[in-house]
T-cell receptor, first 113, second 109 residues
Framework: KAGVTQTPRYLIKTRGQQVTLSCSPI?????VSWYQQTPGQGLQFLFE???????NKGNFPGRFSGRQFSNSRSEMNVSTLELGDSALYLC????????????FGPGTRLTVL | GIQVEQSPPDLILQEGANSTLRCNFS?????LQWFHQNPWGQLINLFY???GTKQNGRLSATTVATERYSLLYISSSQTTDSGVYFC???????????FGTGTQLKVEL
């Protein structure tokens, strides 16, 4: 099976712009979660989706949003970008919730200038 | 929320040496995974190990859930083992993983 894919892999934006990142889970997986990784804060949970429903949300401002489509692909959007949003954004997929192994994609590295 | 601590934060080994990485967590968990983050940032899943012991080649892991810790053993280390090792735990009914701060491993020739 193909692994988790994320597009784009690299992105450069300027402050105030918005960005949309995409994640395609492993075929058959219905759960997608998103994480932000920065040198200062480490890996932090953003949100998770299962069968098109957001199940949990981390402690991030409302500028961060996401959605999941019927084919389980997910997108996350960040509006009004700030310098501090520069990070590696990782998505993970699993078959079910809670007790299945989660598999991560290669990440999208976002730089905000 | 649950706290996850990893030790040591940094480790330098000579090729061929063995090492033990530790992960302590502050509450009971449903799931624990070990990951290796490669230099390009991808998290590679090593073990899904909420309890017990598993082995995969030169790597093995043990989780003692009742005492709230997990250990990752690396034997006969190679330069390709370099990178950051994370443990991550899951509590509750969803898929939110809480990550430790990681162990940065460097294996030298």
């Amino acid at each position: 099976k193909a692994g988790v894919t994320q597009t784009p892999r690299y992105l450069i934006k300027t402050r105030g712009q918005q960005v949309t990142l995409s994640c395609s889970p492993i075929s058959g997986h219905r759960s997608v979660s998103w994480y932000q990784q920065t040198p200062g804060q480490g890996l932090q949970f953003l949100f998770e989706y299962f069968s098109e429903t957001q199940r949990n949300k981390g402690n991030f401002p409302g500028r961060f949003s996401g959605r999941q489509f019927s084919n389980s692909r997910s997108e996350m959007n960040v509006s009004t970008l700030e310098l501090g949003d520069s990070a590696l954004y990782l998505c993970a997929s699993s078959y079910r919730l809670a007790r299945d192994t989660q598999y991560f994609g290669p990440g999208t590295r976002l730089t905000v200038l | 929320g649950i706290q996850v601590e990893q030790s040591p934060p940094d480790l330098i080994l000579q090729e061929g040496a063995n090492s033990t990485l530790r992960c302590n967590f502050s509450d009971s968990v449903n799931n624990l995974q070990w990951f290796h983050q490669n230099p390009w940032g991808q998290l590679i899943n090593l073990f899904y190990i909420p309890s017990g012991t598993k082995q995969n080649g030169r790597l093995s892991a043990t989780t003692v859930a009742t005492e709230r810790y997990s250990l990752l053993y690396i034997s006969s280390s190679q330069t390709t083992d370099s990178g950051v090792y994370f443990c991550a735990v899951l509590t509750g009914g969803g898929n939110k993983l809480t990550f430790g701060t990681g162990t940065q491993l460097k294996v030298e020739l």
